[in-house]
């Protein structure tokens, strides 16, 4: 039986996340980690197509924090990339959808917010063991 690559399965996981989450007005696929979860999209940068990726999320007042932690990997997520070459986004949770601005957090509010992270999901303090660089945390602004 041949096996399927991780980077396919991954993307295919991917996909269906996105269409639960959508077609089930965010009932569905809305928690990870036991973090809630928005759909984030982006343009490419190099594409400039729409790309839409699930993230677990902080509140902070009317803001949404993400972390840009790629599972602890020593590179930065191609979603983190896109909105530091375009900050206007997408938000979408529980059903609702809005354009944001997305600010990318330096210096103690970052190390204050990333807490925060750490505090929500015990999973973002192996991130920051594993991934041997800052991850950066990211600020989602409704406008």
Not at 34 to 54: D, E, I, N, Q, Y
């Amino acid at each position: 039986m041949a096996s399927v690559p991780p980077d396919l399965f991954f993307k295919a996981m991917t996909r269906i996340h996105i269409f639960l989450y959508r077609t089930s007005n965010g009932k569905l696929w809305n928690k990870m980690t036991g973090m809630p979860v928005l759909l984030l999209t982006t343009t490419g940068r190099k594409s400039g197509r729409l790309r839409t990726t699930p993230l677990v999320y902080v509140r902070d007042g009317d803001d949404y924090l993400i972390a840009a932690s790629k599972g602890g990997a020593n590179s930065h997520p191609a979603w983190y990339l896109n909105l530091k070459a375009t900050p206007e986004v997408r938000v979408e949770t529980g059903g609702r959808a809005f354009t944001a601005r997305a600010t990318i957090t330096a210096g103690e509010e970052r190390n204050r917010m990333f807490e925060r992270f750490k505090s929500a999901g015990p999973n973002f303090a192996t991130y920051e063991q594993m991934a041997g660089r800052t991850i950066p945390v990211v600020r989602l602004t409704p406008v």
